[in-house]
């Protein structure tokens, strides 16, 4: 099934934030070496050269490396995996309220929000 992209943005970012989310949400777990490069671009329906450079930048950023003749595998750097699932969260955090302010809401009656549909009100 191919993933889900948007071409108002570049491909290559949004296959690095759909293979991080992947990695955070534990579909990669530390360690786990990664499908190729070319079975990566099949499933996403995408250049292989598209799906290399997404995968050269996230082995710039530490999240993923490579061993010679084995493949590319992911970091088993816990302490870097929490670091960007917060750092994700907190985006997404700010995005919502972001949103929320759009809407017109305070961000008190956003808490207030937040706390019902908690309490599984609605």
Do not use: C
């Amino acid at each position: 099934m191919p993933w889900d992209l948007d071409n108002g943005r570049p491909i290559y970012l949004q296959l690095m934030e759909k293979i991080q989310q992947d990695i955070i949400s534990g579909i990669y777990k530390p360690g786990d070496k990664l499908p190729s490069v070319r079975d990566l671009a099949l499933d996403a329906a995408v250049n292989p050269n598209t799906m290399q450079k997404a995968l050269s930048e996230l082995e710039r950023s530490g999240l993923v490396y490579s061993q010679r003749t084995s493949g590319r595998f992911i970091t088993e750097d816990e302490r870097m995996l929490k670091q960007m699932k917060t750092e994700l969260a907190s985006e997404h955090i700010r995005e919502f309220f972001e949103k929320m302010k759009q809407l017109g809401f305070q961000e008190d009656e956003t808490l207030l929000l937040i706390q019902d549909a908690l309490k599984g009100e609605h």
